[in-house]
């Protein structure tokens, strides 16, 4: 899988899994007393947020199976198979952890490069529905939801790789669409657009015309992210990155992604 995919991947996942974990609670909590008032407060908070996050995969369509397997949770059949409304608490919340899990599964299958099946492609969510890898469009709007917020929440550094991360993944769906033919005049190096470096990626798609000359004003630290995000992983620790740094490398991100879709 193209590292520039996986920082968005991991974020959304490491959510995930915090819904997840966040859901056992509520679940072990209805389990004791279903009827204790901040039980059943706690319950529909927890409950709100899973639907928030399965809007997001799902590109904002009901028709997308992980939206529907969220409203089926809901229900309860009755002996003739027919949906009916009523289903207890807990079990409700069983439910919801299951479709969190079946969510983790399918953004898993992204991660480790199999494909998921046609059954389970996403909608096209509204700023990314000019890339053309519908695989990744849910990614990278969850992506860009959580640098959004990391930015309001001044974590500047995780808004910083976020930015970068959807910017390189953008970049690179644009060359491998485009096709090698078309950018081979470009002095492209060797091998293949997953070997080359951020930086080249950039330089190539701007000389190709895929993007004008915006990525002129990304941060020197920005040009780095790869690095950024191999340390910190590695050791835990973060490099320091100011606010204009995260807040130009986001303009930046917005004047690329109307560059690969001028008519957004």
């Not at 966040?22 to 004791?32: F, I, K, P, W």
């Not at 003739?80 to 969190?100: H, K, W, Y």
């Not at 060359?175 to 190539?204: M, N, Q, V, Y």
């Not at 004008?212 to 973060?238: F, H």
């Amino acid at each position: 899988m193209d590292e520039s995919l996986r920082t968005p991947i991991n974020t959304y996942l490491s959510h995930l899994q915090d819904l997840i974990r966040r859901g056992c609670e509520v679940r072990d909590t209805l389990a004791t007393d279903s009827s204790e008032a901040s039980a059943m407060a706690a319950t529909r908070a927890w409950q709100e947020e899973c639907g928030v996050t399965v809007n997001q995969l799902s590109g904002g369509s009901k028709a997308h199976w992980l939206a529907r397997s969220f409203s089926e949770a809901f229900l309860m059949r009755s002996a003739d198979g027919r949906a009916v409304e009523g289903a207890p608490p807990v079990e409700i919340v069983e439910r919801l952890l299951n479709v969190l899990e079946q969510a983790v599964g399918s953004l898993s299958a992204l991660e480790d490069g199999r494909v998921a099946s046609a059954s389970q492609d996403a909608a096209l969510p509204r700023r990314f529905d000019f890339v053309h890898n519908p695989e990744i469009r849910p990614v990278l709007e969850q992506a860009y939801n959580d640098g959004r917020r990391a930015l309001e929440q001044a974590d500047y550094h995780l808004a910083l790789l976020t930015f970068c991360g959807i910017l390189e993944a953008i970049v690179t769906d644009a060359l491998e669409h485009k096709g090698a033919r078309a950018w081979a005049a470009a002095d492209t190096p060797a091998g293949r657009i997953g070997d080359w470096s951020f930086e080249t990626r950039l330089a190539i798609a701007e000389k190709s015309g895929l993007i004008r000359g915006g990525c002129a004003r990304l941060p020197p630290v920005a040009r780095v992210y790869r690095d950024l995000a191999k340390a910190s992983g590695q050791n835990g620790s973060t490099a320091a990155i100011s606010e204009r740094d995260a807040r130009l490398t986001g303009q930046v991100l917005q004047v690329v992604m109307r560059d690969l879709n001028p008519g957004r």
